[in-house]
């Protein structure tokens, strides 16, 4: 089965900087990459996701960047600010059907800290 | 996007009881999962519930301790059997879209004693 490995598992930026997570998958069967946002006690919120047929996504503030050859995807932070604080996975999903389609497999997370 | 929800949102059940866990969405959707989620651990899958049919478990999960129902397209539950203080946990149901993303309910956080 697939396997995420995402580091680092804690992370502490000054407000302002950029953040960057990093994730890396075994099953070359997969083909999309979400990420999520987990702020303490509340359910992980996906933020934004990218699939195989795309290297990079923007949204704002916001990035993620997919290399396939290397099995490995990053979410990029700029300009941090303290809301951005919380728990971040990255996760990896097929969609190409069979068993096991669709279903995601998390990373342990990050947690990151933005320092005003 | 979908409105989930769950219930209950918390409970403390004593050892050797079972709690059985709703989740609702307001819209029909195709696929539904069910999480758990440890104290300060990431989100492990139990089982995809599938309408009309058995649910589908991931290795270390059986049906026997998480029985799973789906009788429709907007609702799940799932029971936590014979519970021990190592069940204690958040349970998340998620649902996905037919763009493969998925959204998670608000959870129900178990405590057993």
């Known amino acids: 089965g697939e396997n995420v490995e995402q580091h680092p598992s804690t992370l502490s930026v000054q407000e302002g900087d950029s953040a960057v997570i990093k994730c890396t998958y075994s099953?070359?069967?997969?083909?999309?990459f979400p990420w999520y946002k987990q702020e303490l006690g509340k359910r992980p919120q996906l933020i934004i996701d990218?699939?195989?047929?795309?290297g990079e996504k923007k949204d704002q503030r916001i990035a993620v960047t997919l290399n396939k050859t290397a099995k490995h995807f990053s979410l990029h932070i700029t300009e941090t600010q303290p809301e951005d604080s919380a728990v971040y996975f990255c996760?990896?999903?097929?969609?190409?059907?069979?068993?096991?389609?669709?279903?995601?497999?998390f990373g342990k997370g990050t947690k990151l800290s933005v320092i005003p | 996007s979908a409105v989930i929800s769950q219930k209950p949102s918390r409970d403390i059940c004593q050892r050797g009881t079972s709690l059985t866990i709703q989740c609702q969405v307001d819209?029909?959707?195709?696929?539904m999962f069910w999480y758990r989620q440890q104290p300060g651990q990431s989100l492990t899958l139990i089982a995809t519930?599938?309408?009309?049919?058995?649910?589908?478990?991931e290795s270390g999960f059986v049906i026997d301790k998480f029985p799973i129902s789906r009788p429709n397209l907007t609702f799940s539950t799932l029971t936590v059997s014979n519970m021990s203080p190592e069940d204690s946990s958040i349970y998340l149901c998620?649902?996905?879209?037919?763009?493969?993303?998925?959204?998670f309910g608000p959870g129900t956080r178990l405590t057993v004693l």
């Open positions: 996760a990896a999903s097929s969609t190409q059907g069979g068993a096991g389609s669709y279903q995601l497999t």
């Open positions: 819209s029909q959707v195709t696929m």
């Open positions: 998620s649902v996905g879209t037919g763009y493969n993303e998925q959204f």
């Open positions: 990218i699939r195989s047929n795309v």
């Open positions: 519930a599938n309408q009309g049919s058995e649910a589908t478990y």
């Open positions: 099953d070359s069967a997969s083909n999309y």
